[in-house]
T-cell receptor, first 109, second 115 residues
Framework: GQNIDQPTEMTATEGAIVQINCTYQ??????LFWYQQHAGEAPTFLSYNVLDGLEEKGRFSSFLSRSKGYSYLLLKELQMKDSASYLC??????????FGKGTRLSVIA | GAVVSQHPSWVICKSGTSVKIECRSL??????MFWYRQFPKQSLMLMAT?????????EQGVEKDKFLINHASLTLSTLTVTSAHPEDSSFYICSAQWVNSYEQYFGPGTRLTVT
């Protein structure tokens, strides 16, 4: 079966750093995506990791360890607008992405 | 970046009627389109995978006769909710993928309310 785990909710303070973890067990692996979804809106692409290591893109970074079945999304200098759900999704090639249930992040002043 | 549109963005219909939702890839040819449903505060649930020119593949528990999917061209897929009931009220999101890419580009979603 396919299993992707993320924390359900997290709270962090404006200006701080937060790390959202994702562990996965899937039959096949062809990369891991992170999406951001604001309430009532569709997901938007944040990052894609297929090799081990850290990918940095502005305030957001994503890390992957394929041997551990583990990824995290790191958000720096948090802003209020970062309050959203963050979805971890695994690609298995030419099959639909398998999504985790999402982590709802609340940024507080 | 790739753009996917959905129409309508929201719709209210009466119980027992049918509603059609369109999903278009505006600047690329989508070999595969996916339809998701999302209830409040829950994650995306894949309903079906649609490949151009062939029958859609439905996920377990999704009634293919109730949720009709047509993918007649490389830029358009439609989802028709037939004989809608209040429990079908949800946020329906499509995504599109093109050959040689593993990324999915999401449409803005359609909020369906059945009264």
């Amino acid at each position: 079966g396919q299993n992707i785990d993320q924390p359900t909710e997290m709270t962090a303070t404006e200006g701080a750093i937060v790390q959202i973890n994702c562990t996965y067990q899937t039959s096949g692996f062809n990369g891991l995506f992170w999406y951001q979804q604001h309430a009532g809106e569709a997901p938007t692409f944040l990052s894609y990791n297929v090799l081990d290591g850290l990918e940095e893109k502005g305030r957001f970074s994503s890390f992957l360890s394929r041997s551990k079945g583990y990824s995290y999304l790191l958000l720096k200098e948090l802003q209020m607008k970062d309050s959203a759900s963050y979805l971890c999704a695994v690609s298995r090639g030419n099959t639909p992405l398998v999504f985790g249930k999402g982590t709802r992040l609340s940024v507080i002043a | 970046g790739a753009v996917v549109s959905q129409h309508p963005s929201w719709v209210i219909c009466k119980s027992g009627t049918s509603v059609k939702i369109e999903c278009r890839s505006l600047d690329f040819q989508a070999t595969t389109m996916f339809w998701y449903r999302q209830f409040p505060k829950q994650s995306l649930m894949l309903m079906a995978t649609s490949n151009e020119g062939s029958k859609a593949t439905y996920e377990q528990g999704v009634e293919k006769d109730k949720f009709l999917i047509n993918h007649a061209s490389l830029t358009l897929s439609t989802l028709t909710v037939t004989s809608a009931h209040p429990e079908d009220s949800s946020f329906y999101i499509c995504s599109a993928q093109w050959v040689n890419s593993y990324e999915q580009y999401f449409g803005p979603g359609t909020r369906l309310t059945v009264t």
